[in-house]
C-alpha cells in the first residue's frame, strides 16, 4: 500500500494498513508528520478543537443531524452517517492516540451549535503527530521524504502505482503498489492566503482527477477571517461574532454565524476597503486569544486589521464509507476527500475526519492488498511520464510553461475567489487558466510540478463552481462482504 501524504489521515491509514499486514510507504513532500495542516492545529487558536458528542443528551443521531442541517444536501449521507456514529469514539481514541490533554473539564457550546460540543485540547508532546509516527515506524512503515506525488500508474481499469517526484534526485519515479491511498490534504494553499501549508494544494484532486476519478463537489471550501497582522491568527468565533467589525469606518451589523461574518468580510476587501476587529466595551475584550490581545499591533491601535484565509477543503474526491474511490484499488481520506459535509462545515471536526477515515480507508486497503498477490513487491523504476515497461498507464496533470508566472497568475486570479465567487470572474478565471500553454515536461523540478498540480486543481475547483458537471454520488455501494 502507498500513503501519499503524512498528515493525521495518511498515517492513520499507513498504520492501519500495516496492522491488516500489507507492507506500506508513506510519501510526503518535506518532513514526515510536519508538512501538513494536522500539524497546524495548534498553531492557529490556543487550543485543538474536537466538537463530538460529549454530553448526555447528546447522541449520533443529534450530532447526524446537525451535520445535514449544516451541509444542506450538499454532503454523501452515507458518508455523513459514518462520521455522526463515529465521531464520540474517534475523539476519545484521538486523544489517547496523540497524547491530548483536554484545556477544561467540560466541552464548550460552540456559537451557533445547541448543546456543549467542542472540546479543547492541547497536545502534551510536539509535534502534535509524533506518537503516531512513532507507532507507524513500529509497525514497519517505511516513510519516503522529500517525495511530491504526481501521477498515479492505471493498470486495466485499476491503479498500480504512484508516480512521485524524489525532490532530492529531481527525479519522477514509479512506486508499484496494490491499492493506493490519497492522504495529500485539501485545496488550502491553491489559493494564495490560505492557514494550510503550501504543500497542501490539491494534489489529491489533481492527480486524481487526471486519473479520470469522481469527486465530490471540490468547490466547497471554507475561508476564516484571520488577522492579517499578526498574521494568519484566528482570533475565534466568539470574538469574530461577540466583537465591532469595521468595513472601512461603517460597522458591521452583529452577525449570526462566522460564515456570514466571512462573506461580509471578504466582499468588504474584495472593494478595497480595510477591515479591524475592536472590542465593543471591556467585557469583550476577553474574548480576544492572548496572541492577538498582547501583539504589538493590538497595542498600539486597540484593533487589528482582518483577511480572510482559505481554511478548509470541503469537498474533495468522491468516496464511499471505506475510503474507496470510483477507481479500483484507489482510496481517499481525510481532507483529500469530500462528501462528509456540505455546504457549512462544523469548526472542530477536520481532525476527526482525518482519523475516522485515514484508518477506515487503511484498513480496507490493507485488507484488500494482502488479499491481492502482488506482482511488483514495491521496487522503484524510473518514470517515463507516459507509459511504463509494463504498458501501463501513467497519469498526471500536466506540466506548463512558466510555472513562476503561473504561480503569480493563480495568486491573481484566486485571491479575490477566497471566500466569495462571483460567476463572470470564476469564468474569466477559469478560462485563463484552462488557456495556458502546456509544456513537454523537460527538465520539470519542484517548481514545474507544484505549479502544475496547483493549476489542475484550481481548474477542478473553479469547474465544480461554475457548475460543470459534477458527479456526487455514484461511487459504488457497499457490497454485501463489506456491510457484513
Ligand atoms: C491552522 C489550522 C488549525 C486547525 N485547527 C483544527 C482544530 O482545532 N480541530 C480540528 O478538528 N481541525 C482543525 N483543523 C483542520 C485539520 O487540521 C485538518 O482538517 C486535518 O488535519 C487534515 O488532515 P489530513 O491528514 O487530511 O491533511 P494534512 O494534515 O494537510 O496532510 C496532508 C499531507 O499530504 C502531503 N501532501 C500534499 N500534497 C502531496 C503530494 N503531492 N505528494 C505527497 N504528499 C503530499 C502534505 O505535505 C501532508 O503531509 C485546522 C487546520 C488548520 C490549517
Not at 266 to 294: Q, T, Y
Not at 388 to 406: I, K, Q, S, T, Y
Request: hydrophobic fraction near 45%; charged fraction near 20%; glycine fraction near 12%.
Amino acid at each position: 500500500v502507498v500513503v501519499v501524504g503524512s498528515g493525521l489521515a495518511g498515517l492513520a491509514a499507513a498504520l492501519e494498513a500495516a496492522r491488516a499486514g500489507a507492507l506500506v510507504t508513506v510519501l510526503t513532500p518535506a518532513r514526515a508528520g510536519r508538512d501538513g495542516s494536522s500539524h497546524r492545529v495548534h498553531a492557529l487558536a490556543p487550543w485543538i478543537l474536537l466538537t463530538a458528542p460529549w454530553l448526555r443528551g447528546d447522541s449520533p443521531r443529534r450530532f447526524l443531524d446537525d451535520l445535514q442541517r449544516n451541509g444542506g444536501d450538499l454532503q454523501r449521507e452515507d458518508v455523513t452517517a459514518v462520521l455522526a456514529a463515529r465521531a464520540h469514539d474517534g475523539a476519545v481514541e484521538l486523544c489517547s492516540a496523540l497524547d491530548l490533554a483536554a484545556v477544561e473539564r467540560e466541552p464548550v457550546v460552540l456559537p451557533g451549535d445547541p448543546i456543549a460540543r467542542g472540546l479543547r485540547c492541547r497536545p502534551r508532546q510536539t509535534p502534535l503527530l509524533a506518537p503516531l509516527l512513532a507507532e507507524c515506524l513500529d509497525h514497519g512503515v517505511r516513510i519516503c521524504e522529500r517525495a511530491l506525488a504526481v501521477g498515479l500508474v492505471l493498470g486495466g481499469d485499476r491503479v498500480a502505482g504512484v508516480v512521485f517526484l524524489d525532490r532530492r534526485a529531481g527525479s519522477l519515479t514509479e512506486l508499484p503498489a496494490d491499492c493506493v491511498v490519497l492522504a495529500c490534504g485539501g485545496v488550502g494553499a491553491v489559493f494564495p492566503r490560505s492557514t494550510a501549508p503550501r504543500w497542501c494544494r490539491g494534489s489529491a484532486i489533481a492527480i486524481a482527477g487526471a486519473a479520470g476519478a469522481l469527486l465530490h463537489r471540490p468547490n466547497l471550501t471554507q475561508a476564516i477571517p484571520v488577522t492579517a497582522t499578526p498574521p494568519l491568527y484566528f482570533p475565534t468565533t466568539a470574538a469574530l461574532l461577540g466583537m465591532r467589525i469595521l468595513l472601512g469606518d461603517t460597522p458591521l451589523p452583529r452577525q449570526a454565524t462566522l460564515d456570514a461574518a466571512t462573506v461580509a468580510i471578504a466582499g468588504a476587501i474584495r472593494h478595497g476597503r480595510s477591515v479591524w476587529l475592536e472590542p465593543a466595551g471591556d467585557d469583550s475584550l476577553a474574548l480576544l486569544p492572548p496572541r492577538v490581545r498582547e501583539s504589538p499591533t493590538f497595542g498600539r491601535e486597540r484593533r487589528v486589521p482582518l483577511a480572510v484565509a482559505l481554511h478548509h477543503g470541503i469537498g474533495g474526491i468522491a468516496i464511499d464509507r471505506n475510503g474507496r474511490t470510483s477507481i479500483p484499488a484507489l482510496y481517499a481520506c481525510g481532507e483529500a476527500a469530500g462528501g462528509a459535509q456540505g455546504g457549512r462545515r462544523m469548526m472542530g471536526t477536520g481532525l476527526l475526519e482525518a482519523w475516522i477515515f485515514g484508518r477506515l480507508a487503511g484498513k480496507a486497503a490493507g485488507c484488500e492488498a494482502s488479499r491481492s498477490a502482488s506482482a511488483g513487491g514495491g521496487q522503484l523504476a524510473p518514470a517515463n511520464g507516459r507509459e511504463n515497461e509494463a504498458g501501463r498507464a501513467v497519469v498526471m496533470p500536466p506540466l506548463v510553461r512558466g510555472a513562476a508566472a503561473l504561480e503569480a497568475a493563480l495568486d491573481r486570479l484566486l485571491g479575490p475567489l477566497t471566500g466569495v465567487r462571483p460567476a463572470g470572474e470564476v469564468a474569466a478565471a477559469l478560462a485563463e487558466l484552462e488557456a495556458w500553454p502546456l509544456s513537454d515536461g523537460e527538465r520539470a523540478g519542484d517548481g514545474e510540478w507544484l505549479a502544475a498540480l496547483r493549476r489542475a486543481a484550481a481548474i477542478e475547483v473553479l469547474r465544480a463552481e461554475a457548475g460543470a458537471p459534477v458527479a456526487a454520488s455514484a461511487v459504488g455501494q457497499d457490497t454485501e462482504e463489506e456491510r457484513r
